[in-house]
C-alpha cells in the first residue's frame, strides 16, 4: 500500500498558533477521530506545540498532523492524542513518517516510549503503529486503557492502549 512521500515536497514541522484553524478543519475531516474545541487545538498548536507535529505540502496545505503531549508522570513517554492524514495524502507513509519524524524530535530529550489509544475496529490505525513499531525493532504492547462500560457508560467503543518501545533505533 505505502509507496513512500519521501519525493514529495512535504515540510515536517512544529505546529505554531495559525495552524489551529487549520488542524480543526483537518481533525473534523477525518472521522472517527473526536474534534474538539479550536481554543483545544489552539492550546494543542502552542503550549504541547513540541510534542507535536504538522504536514505541510508545497503549496501550503495542511495534510497531516499528530498531537502529543509527554506524560507528566512518565516525561520519557511520548502519548499520541490524535494522528490524522487528509484523505488526499493517505496510503503513501505519511503516517508513518509524521510518528518518525516527532520520535527523532524527541529522542534527544530522553523519548523513549510511545504511547496511544485505539479502538479495536480502527485497522489503519492499528496497521501504522505496528509499522511504526517493526521500523524501530521495538514491541508493541496492547492492553484496556478506557472501557466501553466502565468509563465510557456505553457511549463509546473500548480504547486499547498500544505500548511501544523502547525507542532506541534512530528511524531512517
Ligand atoms: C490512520 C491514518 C492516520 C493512517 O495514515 P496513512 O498516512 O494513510 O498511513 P501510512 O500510509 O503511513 O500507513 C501505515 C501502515 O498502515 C497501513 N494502512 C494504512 N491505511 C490502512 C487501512 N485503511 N487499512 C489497513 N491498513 C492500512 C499501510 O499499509 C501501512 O502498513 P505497511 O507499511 O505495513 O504497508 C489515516 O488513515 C487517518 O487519518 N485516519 C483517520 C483518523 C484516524 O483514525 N487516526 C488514528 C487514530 S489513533
Not at 11 to 31: K, M, N, S, V, Y
Not at 111 to 126: F, I, L, P, Q, R
Amino acid at each position: 500500500m505505502s509507496s513512500g512521500t519521501a519525493s514529495l515536497d512535504i515540510e515536517f514541522r512544529q505546529p505554531t498558533a495559525e495552524d489551529g484553524a487549520a488542524l480543526h478543519r483537518l481533525i473534523a475531516a477525518c472521522p472517527p477521530l473526536d474534534t474538539n474545541s479550536t481554543y483545544c487545538n489552539l492550546i494543542q498548536c502552542s503550549h504541547f506545540a513540541g510534542s507535536s507535529v504538522v504536514a505541510q505540502s508545497g503549496d501550503g496545505r495542511l495534510l497531516g498532523a499528530i498531537t502529543g503531549h509527554l506524560i507528566p508522570e512518565r516525561p520519557n513517554t511520548l502519548f499520541v492524542w490524535q494522528v490524522a492524514v487528509h484523505t488526499d495524502a493517505r496510503g503513501h507513509g505519511l503516517g508513518v513518517r509524521m510518528l518518525e519524524a516527532l520520535v527523532k524530535r524527541l529522542q534527544p530529550h530522553g523519548v523513549e516510549y510511545m504511547e496511544t489509544t485505539v479502538t479495536d475496529d480502527n485497522h489503519a490505525s492499528w496497521a501504522m503503529f505496528g509499522r511504526l513499531a517493526d521500523n524501530a525493532g521495538a514491541e508493541l504492547h496492547r492492553s484496556v486503557f478506557f472501557d466501553r462500560d466502565r468509563h465510557f457508560e456505553g457511549a463509546h467503543d473500548t480504547e486499547f492502549l498500544a505500548r511501544i518501545g523502547p525507542l532506541t533505533a534512530t528511524a531512517p
